[in-house]
């Protein structure tokens, strides 16, 4: 059983352009939400997290947006840029002893 | 500031044989997860270790084990390797056990194919 389920698994969006990638979750004890960005040949690396105590959280160009009525949270990259083409993992956990849980990933290509 | 450290980067195996991987983390860090990447499964959980103690262990078969060391250190064995078993092998380490409530900082991986 899938705990987190992201889409779309590609995606591909102009240079300029706003990518968006979208997950949901089911298990409501979840409350923390970060997304990792990895490039090939790399390890994912931490972008920006958010609890649900808010509805939206902005770093730069990267923005997270919760939902937590209809379990969903989402990923805005604005103004995407070459250097975003990267594959983007969402993931949840409950705060504690619990492991990180992460959607499937989205490979991003940015086009210019 | 050193980050985490897996050792091989790339292995090749045959099937029946086990391997061991290594993780070095971050200095100062006593939490180590392990996670599987597939491109059909994504990153998925093996096991955590804190203090030397497993304190999270992920849906995998008995093939997969890992340990740790009093100095943080990790390594984690595949028995009796199958085709399915080839994958990146992802090593995270975190200040804090409870890593799902903490920052992983993730090494680069071992890349290992099972012929």
């Known amino acids: 059983q899938q705990q987190v389920k992201q889409s779309p698994q590609s995606l591909i969006v102009q240079k300029g352009g706003i990518s968006i990638i979208n997950c949901a979750y089911e298990?409501?004890?979840?409350?923390?939400f970060p997304w990792y960005q990895q490039f090939p040949g790399k390890g994912p690396a931490l972008l920006i997290a958010?609890?649900?105590?808010?509805s939206e959280k902005k770093e730069g160009r990267f923005t997270i947006s919760f939902n937590k009525s209809a379990k969903q949270f989402s990923l805005h990259i604005m103004d995407s840029q070459p250097g975003d083409s990267a594959t983007y993992f969402c993931a949840a956990s409950t705060t504690g002893n619990t492991p990180l849980v992460f959607g499937k990933g989205t490979r991003l290509s940015v086009i210019a | 500031k050193a980050g985490v450290t897996q050792t091989p980067r790339y292995l090749i195996k045959t099937r029946g044989q086990q391997v061991t991987l290594s993780c070095s983390p971050i200095?100062?860090?006593?939490?180590v997860s392990w996670y599987q990447q597939t491109p059909g499964q994504g990153l998925q959980f093996l096991f955590e270790y804190f203090s030397e103690t497993q304190r999270n262990k992920g849906n995998f078969p008995g093939r997969f084990s890992g340990r740790q060391f009093s100095n943080s250190r990790s390594e984690m064995n595949v028995s009796t390797l199958e085709l399915g078993d080839s994958a990146l092998y992802l090593c995270?380490?975190?200040?804090?056990?409870?890593?799902?409530?903490?920052?992983?900082?993730f090494g680069a991986g071992s890349r290992l194919t099972v012929l």
């Open positions: 995270a380490s975190s200040p804090f056990g409870g890593a799902g409530a903490n920052v992983l900082t």
């Open positions: 298990n409501t004890a979840f409350d923390y």
């Open positions: 200095s100062g860090h006593r939490s």
């Open positions: 958010i609890r649900p105590d808010v």
